[in-house]
């Protein structure tokens, strides 16, 4: 796997070197399948989660994409808010060729499932019409209701809230009845903000990209309140390639 980079553990330091390797048996390793919900997020240096482009693909870089192509091998459903699926275009999700073989190993399904959460419902049809629709989570009120059930099916749209708000534990809670119970959200920072206000993220995986940006980007939170209290988390590891910093934390959720 020449095109991807070797990682450098700087945390913890018993294992030095994450070579690439056809099935990513190391990273398979260090990130482990276990339920919970994960978050994958990207930032520069100065914090910002997208670059001018007003999308994460333009701070992103090879180390990212290592490790976020395991993360999604070793997840049962990829969670993401509407405004990401807009901004940058998702549509049916493939585990990659060379990771499949592990993820059948670890008891995953073949597919990887995508998860919208949308209070309009205003999808892109690419993404509605396709082979695979995802499951929608949304609210009772959503105005586009009936169309939903008819283009993704009716047992894929999960009412989970009122209002303009889907509820984040009950959204959960809604995909572990479907047997998803490994989750990874990709955001966005509206999304990843309900997640954690909810207590229902366990860890949190962020790459630092080395540039600095400026700009009028938001962070990987959008959260005009401050969380009361403050969520502390706990360093699983670190890692390092090129000048990219990929960390992963345990969230200590409030109810623990
Ligand atoms: N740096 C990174 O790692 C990263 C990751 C992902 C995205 N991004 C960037 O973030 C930007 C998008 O940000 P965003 O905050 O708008 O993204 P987002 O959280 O993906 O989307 C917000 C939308 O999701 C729905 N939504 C989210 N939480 C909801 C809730 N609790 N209840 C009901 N609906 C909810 C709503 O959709 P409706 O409007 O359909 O009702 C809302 O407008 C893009 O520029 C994208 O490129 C960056």
């Keep these: 796997m020449p095109d991807l980079p070797t ?3 700087l945390l913890p330091l018993d294992r030095p070197r994450l070579e690439p390797i056809a099935g990513e048996p190391d990273l398979i390793a260090l990130f ?11 930032s520069t240096v100065d914090g910002a989660a997208t670059g001018a482009d007003a999308r ?8 990212d994409w290592r490790v976020f192509r395991v993360l999604r091998a070793l997840a049962d459903v990829v969670l993401v808010g509407a405004g990401t ?6 549509t049916a999700l493939e585990v990659v060729d060379d990771l499949r073989e592990a993820r059948a190993s670890l008891g995953l399904a073949r597919d990887l ?27 009772a009120d959503n105005p ?16 989970t809230g009122d209002g303009h708000r889907v509820e984040a534990r009950a959204a959960v809670r809604a995909l572990a009845d479907r047997g998803l119970t490994r989750v990874l959200a990709e955001g966005g920072p509206s999304l990843l903000a309900a997640l954690v206000e909810a207590d229902v993220v366990d860890e949190v995986c962020l790459t630092w990209s080395p540039q600095l940006v400026g700009g009028p980007a938001g962070r990987i939170l959008n959260q005009p309140a401050w969380f009361s209290p403050a969520r502390p988390l706990t360093p699983l590891h670190l890692l390092h390639a090129d000048g990219v910093l990929l960390g992963r934390w345990r969230v200590t959720r409030l109810g623990a």
């Design 56 to 63: 994460s693909g333009s701070i992103n870089n090879a180390a």
């Design 85 to 90: 699926v807009r901004a940058e275009g998702y």
């Design 113 to 139: 499932e995508l998860a919208v959460v949308s209070t309009s419902g205003d999808l892109p049809g690419a993404l509605l019409d396709g082979d695979r629709p995802p499951l929608v989570l949304t609210v």
């Design 144 to 159: 586009s209701l009936g169309g939903l059930r008819e283009a993704v099916g009716t047992d894929r749209v999960l009412v």
């Design 32 to 42: 482990d399948a276990t339920p919970g919900v994960r978050a994958n997020m990207v």
């Design 7 to 9: 990682l450098d553990v």
